[in-house]
Structure formats: structure tokens, C-alpha cells
């Protein structure tokens, strides 16, 4: 999968923020994607702190970029438009203020086109990485939330990855059944930047009206919706996960479905299941998880785990790149 992303890359480089600029995790990762050629880092920070952290590890940082926001030549430029965008709702040393901390000073070096994307939360919270993104890059037209979803991989013994999409896992906590449209949509478009075919099910206690509720009418008439929005896509709902993966089973629950017995993008009715969801997967799976990965925004900005380590740092910029 990550061969495919880097021979696009390779095609058109793209230059990515790391908001924490003198994480030895950032470093390593920064080391090794300037050998490879196809993705320029950005480190945030001050320079001879970001070199003598550098230093410090091992890490070959040359040809890296580094900016600090209390040097930055363009700030009065940045501090306008960022007064601009907020309208109103931030003043000049409002803003200012905001722009020397990296997670707003990173954002707004995407939204004016020095960098294509972005990758932060090393030390930063999620909502510390989504509150400047929502703020500034903002959502893409005819998105009105950001989302995520996760991509996993497990080897097969054919030699073929087996590869999954589950949204959303980690932001919306109980989305509306138009959260869910928009949801499941993204998802599936971002499926396909790993090579999935999406296949989308949504998923429930109930397959096909064999369960009542509230919850399964949401996802029923989520399903419906995103049929409707989303023609171009194989779509079934509501169902239970044993009927969306199971051919056997979804011969019996709902014989004649596009998608029962074959879903690889799955759409949760809410974070409690996603998370649990795709964690199931991961530890008793034996899938590698990549994500969260935000959907929704008008840029690529993702979020990274404070416990990461050095490799997802590198799988997940070369996935925000990918996306841009």
C-alpha cells in the first residue's frame, strides 16, 4: 500500500508541517523522508534548538525547512488574514497571540500555501490539532463536519494486503444521520486513495429491519441517504457486522446484496462502537491501524497519537500527503 502513495508522490512532491519540530519521533521520521526525496518537511520551531535536538538523536535533518513563528518574516501578512478569516471573532493581538503557538502558526502556513498539509499531535491534544483547522482551513463546500476514519491493513498469505476503512472512529461522538451521509461518503473516497473498492456498510444490532429501535432506524435512514447522495457507490444498511463480512451469513440475512457478506468500509453508528470497532480489529485482528485520518477539510491535517512512535509518524505523513 505505502509503495503505491510514494510512487504518487514521487510524481508530485508535497511539503508537509510537523508542528513539533524538536520531537526526536518528528526528527527520525523528518530523517527519513528527506532520504527519500518525494515529501519536504517543515519543522516548527527554533532553529538552532530544532538542529541541536538533531544533533542530539543522530538524525540528518539537511534540507529540512525551519520556521519559527517569533522570526517568521510573514507575520504581519499572517496575522491579517488570520484576522480575516476569523471575522471579527479574534482581534489583531488576538490572533498574533494565537500564531506563536505552532498547532495555529502550522495551520496557517497550509491555508496560505506554504505547505500542502499538515501533521501535529505529538504533544498536542486532537482537539488541540482540529480547533485551528476547523477555524482557519475550515470544512470543504458542502461539508458542514470533519470526520475521520482509519485505513487497516493485515498481510494475507497470498501476498495481497487486505485492506479496511471504519469511520468514524474518533471524532464525532453521536453523529446525526446526515453526520452519517457526509460520514460514510468521505470515508469512502478516502478508501479509495488505499485502492479500495468501497463496499459501504452501515452498521448495526439489526440487519434489514430484523432488530426496532431508534438506533437502527438512524442507520437505516442513513443508508437510504447516502444511496441517494452517492449513486456511484455499492451501499447497504442496516447491518449487522457478521451479515456485512460473512457471505454465508449474508446469504441467509439478505441474499442478493451488492455489499452483505463483502463490505470493506464500514460506518459506525456512533464513537463508542467505531473506536471499539476498529481496536477489536487491531489487537485480535492483527491489523495495523493508520489514523485517525480527518476528513471533511478543505486541506489534509491529521492528528497524531501523544504515544506514537517514530514509524507511525512517517506512515502517517506519508498518508496526509497522499491525500492532498
Known amino acids: 500500500m505505502f509503495q503505491k502513495l510514494i510512487q504518487k508522490l514521487k510524481a508530485s512532491p508535497r511539503t508537509i508541517v510537523f508542528t513539533e519540530g524538536t520531537d526526536p519521533r518528528i526528527l527520525e521520521a523528518a530523517s527519513r523522508l ?16 530544532v538542529k541541536a535536538a538533531a544533533e542530539e538523536v543522530g538524525y540528518n535533518i539537511n534540507g529540512a525547512t525551519i520556521l519559527d513563528p517569533k522570526t517568521y518574516d510573514k507575520m504581519d501578512e499572517m496575522v491579517a488574514r488570520m484576522v480575516e478569516l476569523r471575522k471579527g471573532k479574534m ?68 501476498g495481497d494486503n487486505e485492506v479496511l476503512a471504519m469511520g468514524d472512529c474518533a471524532i464525532n461522538i453521536k453523529p446525526t444521520e446526515d453526520d452519517l451521509v457526509e460520514i460514510a461518503s468521505e470515508t469512502a473516497d478516502c478508501a479509495k486513495i488505499f485502492g479500495i473498492d468501497p463496499k459501504v456498510a452501515f452498521l448495526s444490532y439489526s440487519t434489514l429491519g430484523s432488530g426496532k429501535g431508534e438506533d437502527v432506524d438512524k442507520m437505516r435512514n442513513a443508508a437510504e441517504k447516502t444511496k441517494a447522495a452517492r449513486p456511484d457507490l455499492p451501499i447497504e444498511g442496516e447491518l449487522q457486522f457478521d451479515a456485512a463480512v460473512s457471505p454465508r451469513v449474508a446469504q441467509t440475512k439478505c441474499p442478493g446484496s451488492e455489499v452483505a457478506g463483502h463490505a470493506n468500509t464500514f460506518i459506525f453508528p456512533d464513537i463508542n462502537a467505531g473506536n471499539i470497532g476498529y481496536k477489536i480489529a487491531q489487537r485480535l485482528g492483527n491489523f495495523d491501524a493508520y489514523g485517525p485520518i480527518l476528513l471533511g477539510l478543505n486541506a489534509p491535517i491529521n492528528d497524531l497519537s501523544r504515544g506514537c512512535n517514530a514509524l507511525e509518524v512517517y506512515s502517517m505523513a506519508i498518508i496526509t500527503a497522499a491525500l492532498s
Open 34 to 49: 528527506l532520504a527519500g526525496t518525494f515529501l519536504k518537511p517543515i519543522l516548527m520551531g527554533n532553529p538552532d534548538e
Open 91 to 158: 482581534t489583531e493581538e488576538q490572533c498574533r497571540e494565537a500564531l506563536s503557538h505552532g498547532n495555529y502558526f502550522g495551520t496557517m502556513l497550509v491555508q496560505m500555501g506554504v505547505a500542502d498539509c499538515l501533521l501535529g499531535g505529538a504533544t498536542y491534544s486532537t482537539a488541540d490539532t482540529v480547533r485551528p483547522a476547523l477555524q482557519l482551513v475550515k470544512t470543504k463546500p458542502g461539508n458542514k463536519i470533519v470526520s475521520s476514519c482509519f485505513i487497516l491493513v493485515r498481510s494475507a498469505a497470498t
